[in-house]
């Protein structure tokens, strides 16, 4: 415990009614901070035990408790296997199960009993004094078990049992409740059985909210009080609909009242979680359409053939492909579902809105994605476009719900021209393939800034009418900016880690609700302060200094992104002449940044080389949204298996790529394993054929999880080396899958 | 903290099996296949899987069984999920699920299925996500998901999905990593984690971890081996488990250790139990600690083992 510990803090709230009033100190309401933990209270047999071997007395009692104990088990087992219900043998099931409340059968032997009581009544006439003099000797039975173990599954349930029969006094059930609630605070049986006693009670959420504002002054570090409130909340938000300025007005007060619980002891975790969902329902906002590739306002330069030429590949955007389709993204501020054909619209010329298939582009999250893919392509008998128009509206009807249950409802469109250039040239065929080279030397910083902005500023200027700056995202800018101002307010008095936590989420929550403001009112995002939070916070907690790096890359991601000048500092043009065969000179380098992992992706849709070597990347997830990108340097990282490169199975343009120097076959734990579709799981049917590979030396068995990344994949550069996986065995088995591969850690193999 | 004292706890695993007259054993009688599925899984992770009669474990747990597919805590005892889950598994140990009626024991668990979803444990109707886990888990080793309506079966477990991101025994239950684990367990096997918010669940799982190394299944309790397992094959299956400090860990079970005579208690110098020397031990397995087994997070089995009824090694 902190400094505080031991003091009684005043909280500002006052215990009458569901609305908490803001100020008004009464000194009812005083909250005493005590150490809570298990270790108070010990009811359970296994754990908490002193490991010191007994004394002889004490060996001899419990052998003798022992035989005892034994000798009443196998007295009931016989009493239960014959059916027995007489008294005695009631009272025999009943000294069992004070002695061992979790021996179920002897519960299920006492409910075959009131059965067997119940049907033997129904048989003659209901006499509904005996039947409650029955249930009333169960829930005493019950009363004395849980006095042994209040954690007993089979006793609680076995109370819920009964009193489903009806007969039973539900104000004696609170006033039980009442006494074990106070015995331990944070029984979880206790407080579901209160759940279940106030459904059958009828006792309205309004009444339970103000139990909970009791237990929390009594002691608020009581996670599980924290908890019911926040599921009654849940429940009245939705009962009340969507009356903001009510759902407003709690929300502020709940702030307040977490923020004095968080204030008052910030090394207790009970408000942390709670915070942190308040913070949640602030930016519980509509999804929007972030960008797009192509981008809205640009002409699309397409050629059917390998070959790019050798003029200005700008102002316009070249795209090649040799199937006459190109990919359309979506890339959303959430993951959504709902995304086709009725809810997104192409106007094309040489296209049916009805034949578009869309695609969530989501390595693990099937049916619901932040990016979305579909492909357009142009008939063969077309050899030339010129300023071809398409548009693409966005929710034109309803049906694109995000993850947490909004509707997008702002239509959005993008437009963009397509041109097919007349003159292109047969493709010449065998020509070698250059390998790529990640080589410093091979990178020329990137100055040049007469690039088209349509291509460097994806940004697209998406028509977002004045109802998109709503009410609420107004009252969430104050109420957070508040929170912001408290939150500094506390770390200048104390260096804590949820202090500094909460800023670093409140001013991301801030810059999330920037996006929704339209015109942004000039308040501007301080990534370098996030930043700097994040480093502090890996210092003051290196426990947790991987959640801190994963956060911070997250942010740094989106600083790097956030303008076109900051993207153009990590452009680089590669080589120095023009490659034939590739369109990928100009390369993102994300290389030694200490990035942990991706995401906010959502201005690099158009990338189609990348440079992320040298960082600490475990997960590339969010990868999957870079549909143009064909080279990929992933190497000198910390990626542990096959199954963390399963984003990649969706770059159907990846040609390159340089995955060595990593950790893949160096651990015997994949924790990639179930997140992608795997055999393991229900899924997926496991449709492979092993024998086919086992004719060419392969055993699939040691490397099918290889064999299910790299065989949608058509590579023709793989560097692997150093891995601990590789192996001759592996070799063979990435040979056979991708016949394309001309290099192969760095020798050409043909 | 020295080191893991394997041959020690071999030989507590196997004095347990043999001692069933002083009082912890007459208390654990009734759920002696839990604890045979404990004892069972930590020798295999500790390789000395052999060092048991198989034949004779192999039919006292049919012995367990009844005429209603389920298996009994014990010879006589009733039939119940919580038990019939450690029957397969023990079995699948030995390689010898051929030797159950496989369309009997997968009627019964099936036939616990309710309407919304979820699972009764037994005849009685007690509900638990904990049961959700039991039937898809003995389902799927046994390749009889398709006998129940896994679509609804994943829909209740997400009805227990709380705002911490975590999951409770009911819809409004509290989440305490125990069921978290059941929980996201579930999810993993059926293909459905997409449905788990990984940031926000990792960190309130990461949070469990204490001062000293150990962790605990709910915020501001103490920490306790048993949630080593818990805690961290919930954070391996949603990929965060580089969110806490794995060294200090293992210091904290290694800690646990009774060096003399073996086995691993909830907390230093407390009485040992299998319980939590399998935890403490498979926790191990999960945190790559040199000379044992891999586990895996899901099935709670070793990987050679989920590999060989999967991928038909």
Not at chain 1, 174 to 191: E, M
Not at chain 1, 454 to 461: E, G, K, T, V
Request: with cysteine; charged share 25%.
């Amino acid at each position: 415990m902190n400094q505080t510990s031991g003091t009684t803090v005043a909280i500002s709230l006052i215990t009458s009614g569901f609305i908490l009033p803001r100020k008004g100190v009464l000194s009812s309401c005083q909250i005493q901070i005590t150490e809570v933990g298990e270790g108070r209270k010990r009811y359970r047999k296994m754990h908490g035990i002193s490991r010191k071997t007994p004394s002889q007395d004490e060996q001899e009692a419990s052998d003798l408790k022992a035989a005892e104990l034994r000798d009443l088990q196998s007295q009931f087992l016989h009493l239960h296997h014959n059916k027995i219900y007489t008294k005695e043998a009631l009272e025999t099931s009943a000294k069992l199960l004070v002695v061992n409340p979790e021996h179920y059968t002897g519960w299920n032997y006492r409910k075959l009993a009131v059965q067997h009581f119940l049907d033997h009544q129904s048989e003659t006439e209901v006499d509904s004094e005996s039947i409650q003099l029955v249930l009333n000797e169960e829930l005493r039975v019950v009363e004395n078990a849980l006095k042994k173990n209040f954690k007993s599954y089979g006793a609680w349930y076995h109370r819920k049992w009964v009193l489903s029969k009806g007969h039973s006094s539900m104000d004696k059930e609170l006033r039980l409740l009442g006494k074990f609630q106070k015995l331990d605070s944070r029984n979880f049986h206790a407080w579901n059985y209160r759940r279940f006693i106030t459904m059958l009670k009828k006792i309205s959420d309004e009444e339970e909210l103000q139990y909970t504002t009791d237990m929390i002054f009594d002691n608020f570090s009581n996670y599980s009080a924290w908890h019911n409130r926040s599921v009654l909340l849940s429940h009245l938000f939705e009962k009340r609909g969507k009356g903001h300025s009510h759902k407003e007005s709690i929300l502020e007060e709940e702030f307040e009242f977490v923020r004095n619980a968080l204030f008052t002891d910030p090394d207790d975790q009970s408000g942390w979680f709670y915070h942190l969902w308040l913070l949640d329902q602030m930016v519980k906002l509509e999804p929007l359409l972030l960008s797009s590739w192509p981008p809205h306002g640009c002409c699309l330069y397409l050629s059917v053939d390998d070959y790019i030429g050798c003029g200005n590949l700008f102002p316009r955007i070249h795209f090649q492909s040799k199937d006459r389709m190109f990919p359309i993204v979506l890339y959303f501020s959430e993951a959504v579902e709902g995304v086709n054909s009725s809810t997104v619209t192409i106007e094309y010329e040489y296209y049916s809105n009805d034949d578009v298939i869309w695609r969530p582009l989501s390595a693990n999250r099937f049916g619901c994605a932040q990016a979305w893919l579909t492909y357009l392509n142009f008939p063969d008998e077309v050899h030339f476009l010129k300023d071809s128009p398409v548009k693409v509206v966005v929710a034109q009807f309803p049906g694109i719900v995000s993850t947490n249950g909004v509707s997008f409802s702002q239509t959005s469109y993008i437009e963009f021209s397509l041109c097919v250039p007349s003159h292109d040239r047969e493709h010449t065929e065998g020509q070698t393939i250059p390998r790529i080279l990640w080589k410093n030397e091979k990178f020329h910083p990137h100055i040049t800034e007469s690039h088209d902005a349509s291509l460097l500023n994806p940004l697209h200027q998406l028509k977002i009418t004045e109802e998109g700056k709503s009410k609420s995202s107004d009252w969430s800018m104050k109420t957070i900016a508040n929170e912001i101002a408290h939150c500094r307010d506390l770390l200048s008095s104390t260096n804590c880690k949820i202090g500094k936590l909460t800023l670093a989420r409140l001013l991301m929550a801030q810059s999330k609700l920037i996006s929704y403001c339209i015109p942004n009112d000039g308040v501007k995002v301080h990534y370098e302060e996030i930043l700097g939070l994040y480093h502090d916070l890996m210092e003051l907690d290196p426990v947790h200094i991987c959640y801190y790096e994963d956060e911070h890359s997250l942010v740094l991601l989106k600083q790097v992104t956030l303008s076109m000048e900051s993207i153009l500092r990590y452009c680089h043009q590669y080589g120095d002449s023009i490659s034939p065969s590739m369109d990928s000179h100009f390369c993102l380098r994300l290389n030694d940044l200490s990035l942990s992992r991706i995401g906010n992706v959502e201005r690099l849709l158009w990338i189609q080389m990348l440079d992320l070597s040298h960082n600490k990347i475990r997960s590339i997830e969010g990868l999957e949204a870079l549909q143009l990108l064909s080279c990929l340097n992933l190497s000198n990282n910390k990626i542990c298996s096959f199954a963390a490169l399963d984003p990649l199975r969706m770059l159907k343009s990846l040609k390159v790529l340089d995955i060595s120097y990593n950790e893949i076959g160096a651990h015997s734990v994949d924790t990639r394993r179930y997140l992608c579709s795997f055999p393991m799981t229900h899924a997926v049917k496991n449709d492979w054929n092993f024998e086919e590979f086992a004719n060419v030396g392969v055993d699939l068995t040691n490397h099918w999880d290889a064999f299910f990344i790299f065989r949608g994949l058509n590579l023709i550069q793989l560097d692997i080396l150093g891995n601990a996986v590789v192996s001759d065995q592996l070799k063979q088995l990435l040979f056979k899958l991708m016949p394309s591969l001309n290099w192969f850690d760095g020798e050409n193999r043909n | 903290m020295g080191e893991l004292k394997t041959e020690k706890h071999v030989e507590y695993i196997l004095s347990v099996e043999k001692r069933k007259d002083d009082f912890v054993s007459v208390v654990m009688e009734h759920l002696r296949l839990n604890g045979a599925y404990w004892g069972l899984t930590t020798l295999d992770i500790l390789g000395k899987l052999e060092a048991v009669d198989q034949d004779e474990v192999v039919s006292w747990v049919m012995q367990c069984q009844h005429k209603s597919g389920g298996f009994g805590g014990n010879i006589g005892h009733d039939p119940h999920l919580l038990y019939t889950l450690s029957a397969i598994q023990v079995l699948a140990l030995f390689d010898k699920i051929e030797v159950l009626d496989i369309e009997k024991v997968s009627n019964y668990i099936a036939g616990l299925q309710n309407e919304d979803g979820s699972f009764s444990g037994d005849m009685w109707g007690e509900v638990d996500t904990r049961f959700s886990y039991i039937a898809i888990c003995s389902l799927a080793l046994l390749h009889q998901l398709d006998k129940i309506n896994v679509e609804k079966a994943v829909k209740y477990i997400l009805s227990c999905q709380n705002l911490d991101g975590g999951f409770g025994c009911t819809p409004g239950a509290e989440s305490h990593a125990g069921q978290i684990f059941c929980c996201v367990g579930a999810l993993a096997i059926t293909g459905s984690l997409h449905h788990v918010d990984e940031d926000l669940l990792g960190w309130w799982l990461c949070e469990r971890q204490v001062k000293s190394g150990g962790l605990n299944g709910r915020p501001e309790k103490l920490p306790d081996v048993c949630y080593s397992w818990w805690v961290l094959s919930s954070l391996i299956m949603i990929d965060r488990v580089h969110w806490i400090d794995k060294e200090k860990l293992v210091k904290f079970i290694l800690d646990c250790q009774d060096k003399e005579n073996g086995g691993i208690s909830d907390r230093p110098d407390d009485a040992v139990d299998v319980f939590h020397t399998y935890f403490g031990v498979a926790g191990l397995s999960l945190l790559e600690y040199p000379g044992l087994k891999a586990i895996d997070p899901a099935y709670a089995l070793p990987v050679d083992v989920i590999n060989r009824i999967f991928l038909g090694n």
